[in-house]
């Protein structure tokens, strides 16, 4: 492989720019890390920590064979992702998900990038558009970018960057839950990576209760907007509260939903609604409210989550919470390569560029630094193919799904990964099988589309 004498500039030392560094850097090119905390510190990050995880600890599913999410995962792995390695070496057990420790999911980011030959970290905050001898720069700010930054960003892009705000849920100390009324289970006794099907504190709420609880959000006064703040949330992050004002039962097809969970305090009644608890930390010492992300002022946060059976003393590490985050209208601004169409010095990465989640931003990285990289080395890139995630993904942020309509252009929203943002493909029932149900051909077509995206990836992989 060539070296380089041109150096990658990555502005933002989150999941997004930390992947796209050790990407470029394991090219032989010589990379600029960016960080600005601690020396600037955001409304939402507690640590100077590269990768810190902010909202949740959990990278979701990670079942690659029926899952899209999973799927992202074991593409990044065949890629040599440091944020998967980093997961994969600080795993706790959270069911069929991948939950990790995040001071070790941070520290081993940390430690792995300040020891790479080809790795400076920065500490400081880019303010402003990027200089002009920078010639080849990934902007992995963030949905937090600063906004000296932010407002470059949007100089300079002829577009207004749209925005939307994240609530973070909160964390409860383990001895203050009340282990007479909640209990362990993994949801359908589902045992994933470094789990044993017992893996969630499930807190079990009868029909009685689970109104006077809507009822008590409903009521709770909330953090109240700006007027530059009034927009539209992410319908895969709204708070507690709004998704109970769209309707008293909603919560209990969210995230309050009782399906596949059993009572042994009660087996004979169903629970009514179940708030889940997934564990935080390596120690078990603290536990998060699953989907409990929530606008709610500090001071009604307590009083109404007490009202939860088991957690009628719980005593909070952290309440919930709000930050604000910013995106680009990506299918209008960006190139398929990930380039400001208007300034292509400049390439964008993570959560910026319109997709939603940690494990989404970490591969829009992983592909920007393998860009930036052929770039820097004067080598060819060959884009992801669109059978895979990565390629999925990279559609979506780019328009390359969207061709001339104008309309959807306009209407770009975050998008999680998911297989509906994969080509369809044909499945015939299997030989043998009599009944063939709709169910059963939804799951055969899943792992149709998991099998040759890995296929895709591996070949594609090998070009790079």
Same mark, same amino acid.
């Given at each position: 492989?060539?070296?380089?004498?041109?150096?990658?500039?990555?502005?933002?030392?989150?999941?997004?720019?930390?992947?796209?560094?050790?990407?470029?850097?394991?090219?032989?090119?010589?990379?600029?890390?960016?960080?600005?905390?601690?020396?600037?510190?955001?409304?939402?990050?507690?640590?100077?920590?590269?990768?810190?995880?902010?909202?949740?600890?959990?990278?979701?599913?990670?079942?690659?064979?029926?899952?899209?999410?999973?799927?992202?995962?074991?593409?990044?792995?065949?890629?040599?992702?440091?944020?998967?390695?980093?997961?994969?070496?600080?795993?706790?057990?959270?069911?069929?998900?991948?939950?990790?420790?995040?001071?070790?999911?941070?520290?081993?980011?940390?430690?792995?990038?300040?020891?790479?030959?080809?790795?400076?970290?920065?500490?400081?905050?880019?303010?402003?558009?990027?200089?002009? !001898? @920078? $010639? %080849? &720069?990934?902007?992995?700010? +963030?949905? *937090?970018?600063? #906004?000296?930054? =932010?407002?470059?960003?949007? /100089?300079?892009?002829?577009?207004?960057?749209?925005?939307?705000?994240?609530?973070?849920?909160?964390?409860?100390?383990?001895?203050?839950?009340?282990?007479?009324?909640?209990?362990?289970?993994?949801?359908?006794?589902?045992?994933?990576?470094?789990?044993?099907?017992?893996?969630?504190?499930?807190?079990?709420?009868?029909?009685?209760?689970?109104?006077?609880?809507?009822?008590?959000?409903?009521?709770?006064?909330?953090?109240?907007?700006? !007027? @530059? $703040? %009034? &927009?539209?949330?992410?319908? +895969?992050? *709204?708070?507690? #509260?709004?998704? =109970?004002?769209?309707?008293? /039962?909603?919560?209990?097809?969210?995230?309050?939903?009782?399906?596949?969970?059993?009572?042994?305090?009660?087996?004979?009644?169903?629970?009514?609604?179940?708030?889940?608890?997934?564990?935080?930390?390596?120690?078990?010492?603290?536990?998060?409210?699953?989907?409990?992300?929530?606008?709610?002022?500090?001071?009604?946060?307590?009083?109404?989550?007490?009202?939860?059976?088991?957690?009628?003393?719980?005593?909070?590490?952290?309440?919930?919470?709000?930050?604000?985050?910013?995106?680009?209208?990506?299918?209008?601004?960006?190139?398929?390569?990930?380039?400001?169409?208007?300034?292509?010095?400049?390439?964008?990465?993570?959560?910026?560029?319109?997709?939603?989640?940690?494990?989404?931003?970490?591969?829009?990285?992983?592909?920007?630094?393998?860009?930036?990289?052929?770039?820097?080395?004067?080598?060819?890139?060959?884009?992801?193919?669109?059978?895979?995630?990565?390629?999925?993904?990279?559609?979506?942020?780019?328009?390359?799904?969207?061709?001339?309509?104008?309309?959807?252009?306009?209407?770009?929203?975050?998008?999680?990964?998911?297989?509906?943002?994969?080509?369809?493909?044909?499945?015939?029932?299997?030989?043998?099988?009599?009944?063939?149900?709709?169910?059963?051909?939804?799951?055969?077509?899943?792992?149709?589309?998991?099998?040759?995206?890995?296929?895709?990836?591996?070949?594609?992989?090998?070009?790079?």
């Amino acid at each position: 492989m060539k070296n380089s004498s041109e150096i990658i500039h990555i502005i933002g030392g989150g999941l997004a720019g930390t992947e796209a560094a050790w990407q470029a850097a394991n090219r032989n090119v010589k990379v600029m890390l960016y960080e600005m905390r601690p020396t600037k510190m955001t409304p939402a990050h507690l640590t100077e920590g590269l990768g810190e995880l902010v909202c949740s600890n959990s990278l979701r599913s990670d079942d690659h064979e029926y899952n899209a999410v999973g799927l992202l995962h074991e593409e990044m792995r065949r890629c040599n992702s440091l944020i998967m390695t980093a997961a994969d070496k600080n795993m706790l057990p959270a069911g069929g998900a991948l939950a990790v420790d995040r001071q070790g999911f941070s520290a081993f980011i940390s430690e792995t990038l300040q020891a790479h030959e080809n790795v400076t970290i920065i500490r400081e905050e880019v303010a402003g558009l990027p200089p002009a !001898e @920078w $010639e %080849n &720069v990934i902007v992995a700010s +963030g949905p *937090l970018t600063s #906004e000296p930054l =932010a407002r470059a960003i949007q /100089e300079i892009s002829g577009e207004d960057s749209l925005a939307f705000f994240d609530a973070i849920a909160p964390i409860i100390h383990d001895e203050s839950i009340d282990r007479s009324i909640v209990w362990a289970q993994s949801r359908y006794d589902k045992i994933g990576p470094s789990g044993t099907g017992a893996d969630y504190l499930n807190c079990p709420l009868n029909e009685e209760q689970y109104h006077t609880f809507i009822d008590a959000l409903l009521s709770s006064e909330s953090h109240k907007f700006h !007027e @530059w $703040e %009034n &927009v539209p949330y992410f319908d +895969g992050c *709204l708070p507690i #509260e709004e998704m =109970a004002a769209r309707g008293r /039962e909603t919560l209990r097809f969210g995230p309050m939903k009782p399906v596949g969970l059993t009572n042994p305090h009660d087996p004979d009644n169903r629970p009514y609604a179940v708030v889940q608890l997934r564990q935080d930390n390596s120690l078990g010492t603290l536990w998060n409210m699953v989907g409990f992300q929530t606008k709610l002022k500090y001071r009604n946060q307590a009083e109404i989550f007490r009202l939860i059976p088991g957690l009628n003393n719980a005593e909070f590490a952290r309440l919930g919470g709000l930050h604000h985050n910013t995106f680009l209208n990506s299918p209008k601004v960006l190139s398929a390569d990930l380039r400001l169409k208007k300034q292509p010095r400049l390439r964008f990465a993570g959560q910026m560029t319109g997709v939603e989640g940690y494990v989404e931003s970490a591969a829009i990285g992983l592909l920007a630094g393998r860009m930036a990289a052929a770039d820097a080395l004067s080598e060819q890139f060959e884009l992801p193919p669109a059978t895979t995630a990565h390629g999925a993904l990279l559609a979506h942020i780019t328009g390359g799904h969207l061709g001339d309509d104008s309309a959807k252009l306009r209407s770009f929203q975050p998008m999680n990964i998911n297989f509906g943002l994969l080509p369809d493909i044909e499945v015939k029932k299997p030989e043998g099988v009599k009944r063939w149900r709709k169910a059963d051909r939804k799951k055969v077509k899943k792992k149709a589309v998991s099998d040759r995206a890995l296929s895709a990836i591996d070949i594609w992989n090998k070009g790079q």
